[in-house]
């Protein structure tokens, strides 16, 4: 099989690597394997070290800190309690709650739990605990009957592709946006929940492969800043590389993009990075049994070897040309069933017709040794790992167009 | 060090046990570990039978479901969906969500986002994701500054140990609180905020060591009957064979304990059981990208091998049994610092005179080797491994009782 999904995109290197498979047979490493710790309060002596040379070498721009958990819905609800945190103790102008707030949260009330809101977008996913699923809003068989919180949720720019040949439209798109994520944040501090962040993903990969400019995401980032919110970069898909740069808010080319940047699949660990500002004043407030796992923390490490040795962000941009180029190719030979080709790297998307011919196509497809993915509506999403190669992307064109063939 | 806490209770069969690193150098597991699944949509071909050897073969009674997660808090949050999602179908007599519901869920609000709770227990700890969180009440440090739900909580018995000797006291408290129960799953129905489910722990652990008898958790699974209510039975501290029995809710004698049984720490990998009327009637309601890791499954094959072969549930038993006489013994040896031995199997603890001096006491335990750990305001809990023999609780109490002459 030719994977262009690879695991919901969270196989960063290709299958059985020869550089993991190594590793993993080290008998140095094995007790990693078998003896998981507690992270949190028994890190292991050397841990502190693996951490610089693996997560902390590919930290985000204006961020020293890094806190690892499990997984990708993990990593969202603790940078939501961080951004809550952060922001009482912003309000409170200290860090030490009163004895009010401390009595009031053991029984779920105010103050000590506070009616703070965090700002997502309409087609936002950000993971099903509940927390994160009170800010993705992609799919309504996530949501329906699980009970949720009254957070402000702004239209994400719905852009019209290719990005550059409808500049001015998009623009004009992304003004709207804005506009309203300003409106909503002023509209939920009159109700009294103020907005302590704001959730965003960098390319909504669940909601259908939705793009916006680096000049929406700048204009965000100080809307954010403007009225006191923190900036919360969701990289659960995007992160890794297969943008072509390591994290997909390198695009937007600035210093500060981010107050929080979280982090999953590719990673192999979950986490997040955040500014200073962001470090709980006491332990244990952001705490779990295990918070991550050395084991992925020694797979990622020579993840990041292989990275850089084998130059792999360089081939993801050569890569994601030539499948970018296919994909105008075929949408331009097969009009009636593609259109909106998009894409940064490898992390590129097409929409087809209707539901039912996408599911058809993601059949046939696998049929032929295909495996592909679908997202949003009918959208089908391309994630190959980052050793997908030009000659794959001919391989997969090939066989796409065959099933399109099939299917016209 | 003499390690009686275990990475806050999570290894299984001590460290380094040798038949898990003999598991993790057969080459055939290698490939588990360098590739990690979608679980929920590519399962490796031989899954379901792994599944089927390891957790379904310590699956509790009226139970053969189980989904895995990857930690606990994800086991806890995604239980309570599926328990949102049982109580919407009764409340709906089928399992289709109206249009009106999958519209207004996309924006979190009813009835689609329906204002159902969870009941829960004051000293309860499910886990500080924020569904989780909303039912854990055990320390303030871990709740407050985040936003909450109005959920009902209800008193948690407080009784004096030994049980046997104060039954009289502790069925009249124990009565009080389940009346408090049914009062309060009244009052919830009245507010608007019908309580689909109750979660509780068989001991209460992070909450301070908290135990009930039988009789109560009988009566408890009596009031959710009768109510309409899940009855969620949260073993991830209990489970895996500390008290003696696989189950903590085993010791309860009954055909039908629970609804939900979740678990993780010692069990390796998160996950709950369920019964068969709570497995969403479509995929994609419960999921995630990884929905746990087959590595961890693959140990806890062998981690329950070694418990069979090695009679472990016995040895237990055995300790357990040797520990409880010595604690009683120091506690009349030193009646000025413990107080209210307690324990199940080995899941045992006892309380000091002060917070100060509990934390004194720890400090100078591991200074000797020897390694707790606290819980609640002023409690220590024993967490050995089930490894634990009746030769370790002797260096143990002679190490504590070292300790505890030098306090004195």
Redesign the interface.
């Known amino acids: 099989m030719l994977d262009v999904y690879t695991?919901?995109s969270?196989?960063p290197i290709g299958?059985?690597?020869p550089a993991?498979?190594k590793l993993?047979?080290n008998?140095n490493n094995?007790?990693t394997?078998?003896?998981?710790?507690?992270l949190g309060?028994?890190p292991p002596e050397n841990f502190p070290d693996k951490i610089t040379e693996s997560l902390l070498s590919v930290a985000p721009s204006g961020m020293s800190r890094v806190q690892t958990m499990?997984?990708?819905?993990?990593s969202n609800?603790?940078a939501?309690?961080a951004m809550?945190?952060w922001?009482?103790?912003k309000e409170r102008g200290h860090s030490i709650?009163s004895e009010v707030?401390?009595?009031s949260?053991?029984?779920?009330?105010g103050p000590?739990?506070?009616?703070?809101?965090i700002l997502s977008f309409?087609g936002g996913f950000h993971?099903?605990?509940?927390?994160?699923l009170?800010t993705t809003?992609s799919?309504?068989?996530?949501?329906?009957?699980?009970?949720?919180?009254?957070?402000p949720?702004a239209p994400f720019p719905y852009l019209q592709y290719p990005l550059e040949e409808f500049s001015r439209e998009n623009a004009q798109e992304e003004a709207r946006c804005l506009e309203e994520v300003e409106d909503l944040i002023v509209k939920w501090r009159h109700k009294g929940k103020p907005v302590a962040g704001i959730v965003i993903e960098p390319i909504q990969a669940e909601g259908g492969d939705n793009h916006a400019s680096a000049d929406f995401f700048r204009g965000l980032r100080k809307i954010a800043s403007k009225h006191g919110c923190a900036f919360h970069v969701d990289e659960v898909q995007t992160g890794g590389g297969c943008t072509g740069k390591f994290w997909a808010h390198e695009h937007w080319g600035m210093d500060d993009p981010a107050d929080i940047v979280s982090f999953?699949?590719k990673l192999?660990t979950g986490g997040y990075y955040y500014k200073n500002e962001f470090q709980a004043e006491?332990p244990?407030?952001i705490?779990?049994?295990?918070m991550g796992d050395p084991?992925k923390n020694l797979?990622l490490s020579e993840v990041l070897n292989v990275i850089r040795t084998e130059n792999l962000l360089v081939e993801v941009t050569r890569s994601g040309k030539a499948l970018m180029n296919g994909l105008y190719e075929l949408q331009a030979q097969y009009p009636g069933i593609l259109s909106r080709a998009r894409g940064q790297g490898t992390f590129c998307a097409i929409d087809v017709c209707d539901d039912a011919t996408r599911n058809n196509i993601l059949v046939k497809a696998r049929n032929k040794g295909l495996f592909l993915g679908g997202c949003g509506d009918r959208s089908i999403r391309f994630r190959p790992a980052l050793v997908f190669k030009e000659y794959h992307v001919h391989i997969f064109l090939n066989l796409f167009n065959d099933v399109l063939a099939q299917i016209k």
Request: a positive charge.
């Open positions: 695991q919901i969270s196989i299958y059985n690597h993991l498979l993993m047979t008998p094995l007790s394997v078998v003896n998981r710790p507690a309060i028994l499990a997984c990708g819905s993990c609800e603790n939501y309690k809550f945190i922001y009482r103790n709650p707030e401390l009595h949260c053991m029984i779920n009330q000590g739990c506070p009616d703070l809101s309409m993971g099903r605990t509940m927390g994160c009170a809003h799919k309504a068989i996530h949501k329906v009957d699980v009970p949720s919180f009254d957070w949720i999953s699949k192999l006491k244990y407030r705490f779990n049994t295990w084991t797979l």
